[in-house]
């Protein structure tokens, strides 16, 4: 089984456009979930199309290994198949502007497919770049509910909030390390990891087709930058 972390976020709830209101799916924090990133296009010019089981199940542990992505790579006639996961969601709630497709069923595994995203080719080799800003685009809002901890990464240009952590890297990371992950982690010079506990909501909101900056620590945890 092929695992790799990539920094893809995909969600559940819609609304037509972010001048009406948006639908919230609430008490996602701790939610478990999976991707599988289906790679197709042609060299210097591949895309992923992104399936997510946020909304459809909790990604099981023994639907999610069972899956095999040179079975699936060969079903949908893609490049590649990547599976992210799993992961846990850190934001409090959870919001998308566009209509979700329809279910599909990969082996057993129901998701929807969110999103897209250029891949490059050390993607597809499953390297990651940790502390390497890259640049997503989606139709999302995170709401981190006044009085919840969160947890930043902050650069000398910028400040990054978890929005998920993982259990690639560290198959026994779980939520109550969180505060003390800095010991864990191997911060470029000039960085530092800081955990606060909000005195307002913090919302981060991605109007449609915009950009989000995303960046990942060496366990494949993902933060997002605030502007």
Not at 28 to 33: A, E, L, M, T
Not at 36 to 51: E, Q, S
Not at 114 to 142: D, Q
Not at 200 to 227: G, P, W
């Amino acid at each position: 089984m092929q695992k790799i972390s990539l920094l893809v976020f995909c969600f559940f709830l819609w609304s037509k456009s972010f001048a009406q209101d948006i639908r919230m799916l609430d008490k996602v924090r701790g939610s478990r979930y999976c991707e599988l990133l289906v790679v197709k296009g042609h060299i210097g010019n591949l895309t992923a199309t992104v399936h997510n089981t946020l909304g459809c199940n909790n990604c099981p542990d023994a639907a999610w290994r069972k899956l095999s992505a040179t079975k699936l790579k060969k079903e949908l006639a893609a490049k590649r198949v990547l599976m992210n996961g799993p992961r846990y969601f850190m934001m409090d709630k959870i919001g998308q502007s566009n209509a979700p497709k329809p279910k599909q069923d990969f082996d057993g595994l129901d998701m929807v497919e969110r999103a897209s995203l250029k891949v490059s080719l050390s993607m597809m080799r499953g390297k990651n770049h940790p502390y390497t800003e890259k640049t997503i685009h989606r139709s999302t809002e995170y709401v981190f509910n006044k009085g919840s901890e969160v947890y930043e990464l902050v650069s000398p240009s910028h400040t990054y909030v978890m929005q998920s952590y993982a259990q690639i890297v560290d198959s026994a990371l779980t939520e109550s390390e969180l505060p003390n992950l800095a010991a864990k982690l191997k911060l470029p010079v000039g960085w530092q990891y800081r955990v606060l506990k909000l005195s307002d909501d913090l919302i981060l909101k991605t109007l449609e087709s915009a950009e989000a900056f995303v960046i990942q620590d060496e366990l494949d945890n993902t933060y997002q930058r605030i502007h």
